[in-house]
């Protein structure tokens, strides 16, 4: 089965920059999307990037001009350049592989503190 690894997590200063990685490995499947989601204490999780199989992006409101989401389709992973952070940035970073009709997958999750 197809698991998903997170990386890049860690403690950053305002206006400072972070990279998040996300590796797909396992059985082999066709992939609708990937994307990245973030939780923060009390709050839902919500949509942070994602990207489809044919390479459409779509960004929360709160991160746009901020955040990209790239994808390297030969490594099965995806990316979230993350600059100009914010301390309301902070929270669990969960990266999202969907399947369609076949379900998604989440990472375990990687923490992303802002301070101020």
Not at 54 to 69: E, L, M, Q
Not at 76 to 81: D, E, I, K, T
Not at 104 to 116: E, H, L, N, P
Request: aromatic letters at 8%; one cysteine or more.
């Amino acid at each position: 089965q197809v698991q998903l690894v997170e990386s890049g997590g860690g403690l950053v200063q305002a206006g400072g920059s972070l990279r998040l990685s996300c590796a797909a490995s396992g059985s082999i499947r066709v992939i609708n999307a990937m994307g990245w989601y973030r939780q923060a204490p009390g709050n839902q999780r919500e949509l942070v990037a994602k990207i489809s199989r044919g390479g459409t992006t779509n960004y929360a409101d709160s991160v746009k001009g901020r955040f990209t989401i790239s994808r390297d389709i030969a490594k099965n992973a995806v990316y979230l350049q993350m600059n100009s952070l914010k301390p309301e940035d902070t929270a669990v970073y969960y990266c999202n592989a969907d399947f369609g009709n076949l379900g998604s997958i989440w990472g375990r999750g990687t923490q992303v503190t802002v301070s101020s």
